[in-house]
T-cell receptor
Framework: AQSVTQLGSHVSVSEGALVLLRCNYS??????LFWYVQYPNQGLQLLLK??????LVKGINGFEAEFKKSETSFHLTKPSAHMSDAAEYFC??????????????FGKGTHLIIQP | DAGVIQSPRHEVTEMGQEVTLRCKPI?????LFWYRQTMMRGLELLIY????????DSGMPEDRFSAKMPNASFSTLKIQPSEPRDSAVYFC?????????????FGPGTRLTVL
């Protein structure tokens, strides 16, 4: 079975500061990894994903994440936070053995707060 | 493309009533997923379909929940009878078959409140 752990249900950073949201996963097979963002009263939007190849993945809005197999981690970063980044962020894993057809297993989410 | 469409966006009902949530996936997408989001349990996969056929319903909490996909452009999630603990946001998502790594596209969700 797969699982995802997101450290910190709430993370607060100052505008312009580094954003670091942590995600660790467990999977018995090579995983596909995703970060989604959810703005208030909206659905989830994909930020970025890792499937194979380069372990540093760049996404939208200046976010990036690095897949570290040895640490079973997929942390999300952004060099400089903007007020518009305030949202809920979800890390998710998909089982690659089924061709990625299965549904996603999500972490509990991290609420990102940006201080002016 | 209009994206994944869900209706209604908000539903308030009383315990014991039947509730039907609706989803229209993105045209051409072969997979459709139903998720539930609660504060306690986060986002959980309830069921998913491939080409209108249910593939895995192991996440459906109990027999009160049922889902159908009569055609490629429409799916329903029904709760009968509803209970207060069913209060949650229910999301529908769709995904194409073209690649196993393709993204799931989420609808805006239906916020269900059972009184």
């Amino acid at each position: 079975a797969q699982s995802v752990t997101q450290l910190g249900s709430h993370v607060s950073v100052s505008e312009g500061a580094l954003v670091l949201l942590r995600c660790n996963y467990s999977s018995s097979v090579p995983p596909y990894l995703f970060w989604y963002v959810q703005y208030p009263n909206q659905g989830l939007q994909l930020l970025l994903k890792y499937t194979t190849g380069a372990t540093l993945v760049k996404g939208i809005n200046g976010f990036e994440a690095e897949f570290k197999k040895s640490e079973t981690s997929f942390h999300l970063t952004k060099p400089s936070a903007h007020m518009s980044d305030a949202a809920e962020y979800f890390c998710a894993v998909s089982d690659s053995s089924g061709g990625g057809a299965d549904g996603l297993t999500f972490g509990k989410g991290t609420h990102l707060i940006i201080q002016p | 493309d209009a994206g994944v469409i869900q209706s209604p966006r908000h539903e308030v009902t009383e315990m014991g009533q039947e509730v039907t949530l609706r989803c229209k996936p993105i045209s051409g997408h072969d997979y459709l997923f139903w998720y539930r989001q609660t504060m306690m349990r986060g986002l959980e996969l309830l069921i998913y379909f491939n080409n209108n056929v249910p593939i895995d319903d192991s996440g459906m909490p109990e027999d009160r929940f049922s889902a159908k996909m009569p055609n490629a452009s429409f799916s329903t999630l029904k709760i009968q009878p509803s209970e207060p603990r069913d209060s949650a946001v229910y999301f529908c998502a769709s995904r194409p078959l073209a690649s196993s790594t393709d993204t799931q596209y989420f609808g805006p969700g239906t916020r269900l409140t059972v009184l």
